[in-house]
Each structure stands twice: as structure tokens, then as C-alpha cells.
């Protein structure tokens, strides 16, 4: 029987920015640009942004009112040309593990989900990039969604802001504790084909003078977007993990359909070339455990093979089963089976807790209800403003 669900249902005004600009997701060059251009002296643009960046990132102040810096009558005139808005968040649930999950509706009424994981050395934040997926993955819930379209930099920072909300997590000293000391880029969307705002979004994750997490920190998923993975590596500089799930081609075609594009030998070239691979930096190959499709030893002994040479650790993932879901999870047996195999080859392979599981908020269960007619890679793009 499930563990008992103790939601709590949050809903939050909807902000009216007027059609705005919003500072959230601004990169400091933008920001600056923008600061100047609503009558900010360029002599003092740096300080200027400087102290809003600082009170949108380190203190979490949303109302220009609350910077008390800033002299009075330039609180009223960034009220007058700026916003500073989060994504609405419409439900908050909290797993009896103490997960949480949260809806968040952002503009055009659109929903995705936020994952909040605490641990006892780290709390993990699993942020979306995209509303729904491109994908089709069969085994993830996600992929049962359509693609709407890429979410914002200030969509995707936002969801970090709305969770260091909910858990109380600003003005920390350095050395502190953080509840949020983990990102990974595993929700909702595939984050290579939403590349240049991803990348920003986590460019100001990581600036010191604000959210400041280390690149180390920051883990990025990807199903095989071959193409953009180096890039990952040259202009974001965060870990990777690769949705691997298969040790053969007509596996990984039917589980992870981006492999009839890149398949499996594309895939690991590009890997043994990223930028920043290093024994401290290994690849991380997520494996989702599926009861008779690619969990025999066979596979493991391949999985060795294919990754031989690749600095890495597998985390093996016990499916997290849906309603509807055409798979079911490898027994216990079975997966320690796997990872010994794949440990004595001197690969750590932990199997990965289910987490969150009853209150659908595990890898590979988040799906939010809002859809809309599939869109074109170009009116998504114009969506964003690319």
C-alpha cells in the first residue's frame, strides 16, 4: 500500500506585471543594458546592478520597496519600468519521505513540476526546462505529455526561487548549511534542445553574488543531444548525466527514441570528448531498471564494455511505475545481480532510493496536467525569443 500523502495546497496570487520586463533571468549584461535604458546613470550601472542582483538572489526580495539601499526615489522608478516575478505556484505536496513537489503554472497558464529532494549531506532541487517533452521515452511519464514549449531563463531560475521560498532558504551566512545545495536539470523537458536558456539560467545559479552554487553542483540530463553535449561542457561547465538505459541499439531505439538520430556509438564519442571529463568529474549513466527488457547480466557485462575507458559511475534507477505504464521494475535480485557485475569492473553503481513515489513526484513520474497542441522546434523557438 502507498505511504500516505500530506499535501499542502498553496496557491499564490498571480502577479499583473503590465507586460513588464521582468528582472528575474536578466543575465548582468541585460540587466545592465536594461537599467541604463530606464534612465539609470552609466557611470553608476555596475554598483546599481550589482545591489539588485544581490537582493533578488542573495535575499529573495521581490518588492523594490524591501531594497533598502537604493535611494527612494530610484525604488519608485525601477517599480515603474521592472517586475521581479516567480513562477505561480499553484500546489505544494510533501511526500512521507519528506520530498516535495510542486506545480507551478508560469506565463500562458502553462504548468510544470519542481522536485525537492533533502538528504542527510545534501537537498537536491530537480528543476524542469521544458513544458512537457519532445522525447517519447516510453518508460517516463513525461514523455506521455506533449511538448508546449521551452521554458525562460526566468522560468527556470525561478523555480529555484520559488523553492528557497518555500523552505526559508535566503539571507544564509557562507558556511551555512544550505537546504539547496544540489541542482539537477532532470524534471520535465529535455535541456540540450532548450540550450541557450538553460545555460543562462544556470550561469546565474552559479554567480557568486547571488544563489552561488559551485558548477559541480549543477547536473545536467540529457537523453543524447550529441550535438550540443560539448557545448554543455564549453559554456556551462556543469556535470553530465546521460538517460543511457540500454546497452544495445534495438533497445535503446524502443526505450529512449533519440537513438534512432544518435545512436549508442555517436553517443560515447561524444562523451569521451567533453571538455571536462576527468576522474573528479566522471559521466554519470542513469539506468532505469526494467523487469525483463535490459536488466540481465548479459546487458551489464555489455554496459562494462560500451563505457569501458570513460571516467563514470551508473546509478541504477528501480522503475518508478505509472498509471498506464507499459513496464515493470526489476526485481531486487536482479538489480544487485546487475551492479555487481558492473561494480567488479570497478564502476560505482549505486541503486538509486525511489523517492517521492507517493505522491507521483520519483525519476521519471512528473507530468503535469495543462497540454496544448504540439509545436514546431520554430514556434517554439519564437516562443522564447531565439
Known amino acids: 500500500m502507498p505511504a500516505p500523502i500530506t499535501p499542502e495546497f498553496l496557491t499564490v496570487p498571480r502577479a499583473r506585471s503590465g507586460g513588464l520586463p521582468n528582472l528575474v533571468g536578466m543575465t548582468r549584461e541585460s540587466m545592465r543594458a536594461a537599467l541604463i535604458a530606464a534612465g539609470t546613470l552609466e557611470k553608476q550601472a555596475n554598483m546599481r546592478v550589482g545591489q539588485v542582483w544581490g537582493w533578488i538572489y542573495q535575499k529573495g526580495v521581490s518588492d523594490f520597496d524591501a531594497m533598502t539601499n537604493l535611494a527612494k526615489d530610484y525604488r519608485a522608478l525601477l517599480a515603474d519600468r521592472f517586475i521581479v516575478e516567480r513562477p505561480e505556484l499553484v500546489t505544494k505536496q510533501v511526500s512521507a519521505d519528506g520530498t516535495r513537489k510542486y506545480l507551478l503554472r508560469i506565463n500562458g497558464g502553462h504548468e510544470v513540476e519542481t522536485v525537492y529532494i533533502p538528504e542527510e549531506d545534501r537537498g537536491t532541487l530537480c528543476i524542469s526546462s521544458q513544458v512537457g517533452c519532445t522525447l517519447t521515452c516510453s518508460f517516463c511519464h513525461t514523455g506521455t505529455q506533449k511538448l508546449v514549449r521551452n521554458l525562460s531563463v526566468a522560468e527556470i531560475v525561478g523555480q529555484i526561487l520559488v523553492a528557497r521560498d518555500d523552505l526559508g532558504e535566503w539571507g544564509i551566512a557562507p558556511g551555512d548549511k544550505r537546504l539547496i545545495s544540489n541542482i539537477v536539470l532532470m524534471g520535465m523537458g529535455e535541456p540540450l534542445y532548450n540550450f541557450d536558456n538553460v545555460r543562462d539560467a544556470m550561469l546565474i545559479a552559479m554567480d557568486p553574488e547571488g544563489i552561488s552554487l559551485s558548477r559541480r553542483r549543477i547536473t545536467l540530463s540529457t537523453s543524447g543531444v550529441v550535438p550540443e553535449i560539448t557545448r554543455a561542457g564549453q559554456e556551462i561547465g556543469c556535470m553530465i548525466a546521460i538517460s543511457l538505459h540500454a546497452t544495445t541499439d534495438a533497445v535503446r531505439d524502443q526505450l529512449v527514441p533519440i537513438n534512432k538520430r544518435w545512436n549508442i556509438e555517436t553517443l560515447l564519442a561524444a562523451l569521451r570528448a567533453y571538455p571536462r571529463l576527468t576522474n573528479s568529474e566522471r559521466i554519470t549513466f542513469e539506468y532505469v531498471m526494467l523487469e525483463g527488457i ?8 555489455r554496459l562494462v564494455d560500451l563505457i569501458r575507458g570513460i571516467p563514470a559511475k551508473i546509478n541504477l534507477i528501480p ?68
Open 319 to 386: 522503475f518508478n511505475e505509472w498509471p498506464g505504464a507499459p513496464y515493470k521494475r526489476s526485481s531486487g535480485n536482479r538489480i544487485h545481480a546487475f551492479g555487481d557485475i558492473v561494480n567488479a569492473a570497478g564502476y560505482a553503481s549505486p541503486v538509486r532510493k525511489p523517492r517521492g513515489e507517493d505522491i507521483m513526484a520519483a525519476c521519471g513520474q512528473l507530468k503535469s496536467e495543462t497540454e496544448r497542441g504540439r509545436k514546431t522546434r520554430a514556434e517554439i523557438a519564437a516562443e522564447a525569443g531565439q
Open 294 to 301: 535490459n536488466d540481465s547480466k548479459e546487458d551489464a557485462h
